[in-house]
């Protein structure tokens, strides 16, 4: 199995940093493409890559554009989050996925997502279902 876990990306950290994301109002576009099980990424993963991203019916490339939820905090935790992804009437398998940002001119990386196991969707609905916009749940933090 080439996934291992999932990562907020280092390079992304950083990026944050030098102001080169941009949730707000949907400033950027973030995309979220699937993965094989060939595909091998880790925290150092820096942008999207055709190599190991799937192919099947109703997928293309770079997958689906995201739509964010605006950043927000709570306490002392900001967030950002993303409605759910779906393909629809799909035939593919995928295990893993890449969020990136399409409007960076590196397509750089933000989070990579193991789901544990090859998943297979044959006809039927694909989705990808965020968790909770809150300060326990998103899926980008900052505590």
């Given at each position: 199995?080439?996934?291992?876990?999932?990562?907020?990306?280092?390079?992304?950290?950083?990026?944050?940093?030098?102001?080169?994301?941009?949730?707000?109002?949907?400033?950027?576009?973030?995309?979220?493409?699937?993965?094989?099980?060939?595909?091998?990424?880790?925290?150092?993963?820096?942008?999207?890559?055709?190599?190991?991203?799937?192919?099947g019916t109703?997928?293309?490339?770079?997958?689906n554009a995201?739509?964010?939820?605006?950043?927000?905090?709570?306490?002392?935790?900001?967030?950002?989050?993303?409605?759910?992804?779906?393909?629809?009437?799909?035939?593919?398998?995928?295990?893993?996925?890449?969020?990136?940002?399409?409007?960076?001119?590196?397509?750089?990386?933000?989070?990579?997502?193991?789901?544990?196991?090859?998943?297979?969707?044959?006809?039927?609905?694909?989705?990808?279902?965020?968790?909770?916009?809150?300060?326990?749940?998103?899926?980008?933090?900052?505590?």
């Amino acid at each position: 199995m080439a996934f291992s876990g999932n990562f907020m990306c280092t390079s992304f950290k950083q990026e944050l940093m030098q102001a080169e994301h941009d949730f707000d109002n949907g400033a950027h576009t973030f995309r979220i493409a699937l993965y094989t099980d060939s595909a091998s990424f880790t925290a150092a993963t820096e942008a999207y890559t055709t190599s190991n991203e799937i192919t099947g019916t109703n997928y293309v490339a770079k997958g689906n554009a995201l739509t964010n939820v605006n950043p927000t905090t709570s306490g002392t935790t900001a967030f950002t989050d993303f409605a759910d992804s779906s393909w629809t009437t799909a035939t593919f398998s995928a295990m893993g996925a890449m969020i990136f940002n399409d409007s960076h001119a590196d397509d750089a990386s933000v989070i990579i997502l193991d789901f544990g196991a090859l998943k297979t969707v044959t006809g039927g609905t694909f989705t990808i279902t965020f968790p909770a916009a809150d300060a326990d749940n998103a899926i980008i933090r900052i505590a």
